[in-house]
Structures are given as C-alpha cells and as structure tokens.
C-alpha cells in the first residue's frame, strides 16, 4: 500500500469499515484492498472500461451476455449470477444476500454479476451488455449462486430489443399493485369527504362575508397608542364609538385592521360592526378580507389532511418502497 501511495494514486478508505480500501487510477484498473494494516490484500481488481480490454483476442466490454459467454466458454464450468453489481458493489450488499426469492432473468441481465468462479472473474452486466469485468481470487467469488447461466438467459439476451425489453420489466417490476377494493372504497369515502368539507368551508365563508359587506360603518375616535412589548413593537389601538343604543363601547384593534394607520390619539377612524351578540368589531382593512383569513386556513388544513391520509395509505399498500417512490414520480411526470 505504501508503494502505491508514493506513486501518487487516490486511495480511499470507507469510514464505516476502515479495513476497505479503494485504489483509483491504478493503471487502467481500480483495486479494492480488505484485510488490517499488516495483512492488507487485493480483494478485487475492476478494469475500467477500456475498449482494448480483450479475452482470446475477442472484446468483452460492450458485448452482449450470449457473446460474452461464447468468448469464454473454456472456463466458465461452475459458472454462476449474483445479483449485485459487484463493480459498483465489491464489498457485496449489506444485507449479505445476492438475490431475492423474485429475482428474474431480467434482472440478472439488467445488473447482475456473471462470476467464473474457476478463474475468479466476474462480468458485471448493465442492461444486457458486459460494462465491467472483475477479479478475485476464486477463494473469494461469492456464494451462494443465485442461478447458473440457462439457455433461457442466452435466447433473452440475443434479443434486438433487450434494453428496452429490460427497462420495461424494471418498471413493471416496482409498480404498485393496484389498489384493493377496500381501498378504492376508502379512497372513494376520502374524496366524498374532502368535497363535503370544502363545501361546508365555502359556505361558511360566504356568509362570513356577506356579514362583514353588511357591516354598520361607524365613526370612532382613538383614545391611545399602545406598543406592545417584544421584538416587533406591533402597536394597538383603543378606539371608542357608540353603539346601536348609543352607548360608548371601547374596542381594541392592530395595525392591519387600517388601510392607513391612526399616528395620534384624538383621531377619527371607521370601524365596521356585525350586530352579533356579541358584536364583532374590526378595522375596514380586516372587514373585507374577514372571510379569506378566517376559513382559507381551514382549506388548507383539510387539503393537507386528505393528501397526508391518501400518502399513508399509499404507502401501507402492498409493493416495494422504490417502486412506489418512483411511481410517484412518474405520475408527476405524466
């Protein structure tokens, strides 16, 4: 390691198993160390792609799977999938296992690894094609397999449209299963529900608003300015008027109850009176949009109420975690 430090190569040590390292720019190669600082040892060499990577004087890189085979047929006894990308994945998956119970051809051929475990090289495969061809010693090919290489996998992968036959299987693979009939019926009652809230929301609206444009427009006189204690310094106005019966009532308002804010006491401002019992009181500024800043926030809550129970249950359904993150962003897409 010292002799590949001193020529000048970018070694990288993974902070959450130290005893990893990987070696960049090592002539045309990458090299995966494992082991403590006295026993360090190559784990893995990953070629890059080099277009003048052969085998037998045949190119590997960029070939299909049934040509790859072909090519290196010799010494492919024993030969066997995992279905991680041991390129991208030397150390293996951290759950340890190299396929799933699901696992399909297609998914074997879209990023699995074809390993040769007599001559321990392993051909990483990206949708269909070799894209990476990796070494071990064949004492470290990992097992188990999780299949041997079928005559099913070789028709597969002469097909003219193997990528997008592959990419089609991917997103029918992390598609959701429809919903059931139980939560059709739920998300049914949830849109019924939604629509009868905004309803009942709008209505109340109306009426908040058709409350306030009847309001009685009466003159008041500000009485003192108060600044309210705190960062802001918001200031309140005590403004007194009379009444319906003539009495003198004193009412508390803030600066965006006004159009144009009172600066002293003894001013003469309007202040609009819905004859409730009790009475509401509020400047004209706030009168007018009394019906927005009270019931608009209720919306929005119902709203967020509704997309935060439909995300639950979406996500409670039947299906892979990804599949469903990437179906929702397709539908936003679409």
């Given at each position: 390691?010292?002799?590949?430090?001193?020529?000048?190569?970018?070694?990288?040590?993974?902070?959450?198993?130290?005893?990893?390292?990987?070696?960049?720019?090592?002539?045309?190669?990458?090299?995966?160390?494992?082991?403590?600082a006295e026993e360090e040892r190559v784990w893995q060499l990953s070629v890059e792609h080099e277009e003048d990577y052969h085998w037998g004087g045949k190119p590997l890189?960029?070939?299909?799977?049934?040509?790859?085979?072909?090519?290196?047929?010799?010494?492919?006894?024993?030969?066997?999938?995992?279905?991680?990308?041991?390129?991208?994945?030397p150390y293996g998956r951290s759950d340890g296992s190299g396929a799933s119970d699901n696992t399909t051809n297609e998914d074997l051929l879209r990023e699995g690894t074809l390993w040769l475990p007599e001559v321990g090289i392993g051909l990483a495969m990206a949708d269909g094609t070799v894209?990476?061809?990796?070494?071990?010693?064949?004492?470290?090919?990992?097992?188990?397999?999780?299949?041997?290489?079928?005559?099913?996998?070789?028709?597969?992968?002469?097909?003219?449209?193997?990528?997008?036959?592959?990419?089609?299987?991917?997103?029918?693979?992390?598609?959701?299963?429809?919903?059931?009939?139980?939560?059709?019926?739920?998300?049914?009652?949830?849109?019924?529900?939604?629509?009868?809230?905004?309803?009942y929301i709008g209505w109340k609206a109306w009426q908040e608003m058709m409350s306030w444009q009847k309001a009685a427009n009466i003159p008041g006189r500000v009485l003192n300015i108060e600044t309210k204690p705190g960062k802001r310094a918001e200031k309140l106005y005590h403004v007194e008027y009379k009444d319906e019966s003539g009495r003198n009532q004193?009412?508390?308002?803030?600066?965006?109850?006004?159009?144009?804010?009172?600066?002293?006491?003894?001013?003469?401002?309007?202040?609009?009176?819905v004859g409730d019992n009790p009475p509401r009181v509020k400047g004209p500024a706030r009168a007018k949009d009394a019906a927005f800043l009270t019931y608009m926030p209720w919306a929005i809550g119902v709203l967020l109420l509704y997309f935060l129970v439909r995300l639950v249950l979406y996500f409670r359904a039947p299906g892979s975690l990804k599949g469903k993150i990437i179906g929702l962003l397709n539908s936003n897409d679409d």
């Open positions: 390691m010292a002799v590949i430090e001193k020529a000048g190569l970018k070694v990288h040590r993974r902070a959450d198993e130290p005893d990893c390292i990987r070696v960049e720019g090592a002539w045309g190669m990458e090299l995966y160390f494992t082991g403590a890189l960029d070939t299909p799977l049934h040509r790859a085979f072909q090519t290196v047929r010799k010494v492919c006894g024993g030969a066997g999938w995992r279905a991680e990308d041991a390129a991208s994945e894209c990476d061809v990796v070494w071990r010693n064949p004492s470290d090919v990992p097992q188990p397999f999780a299949s041997r290489v079928t005559d099913e996998q070789l028709e597969l992968s002469r097909r003219p449209d193997l990528g997008e036959h592959l990419l089609a299987s991917w997103k029918q693979r992390i598609q959701p299963p429809p919903p059931s009939r139980n939560r059709n019926a739920l998300e049914v009652a949830l849109a019924i529900l939604l629509v009868l809230s905004l309803a004193v009412v508390t308002l803030e600066r965006p109850d006004f159009y144009v804010a009172p600066r002293e006491a003894g001013e003469t401002v309007i202040v609009c009176v």
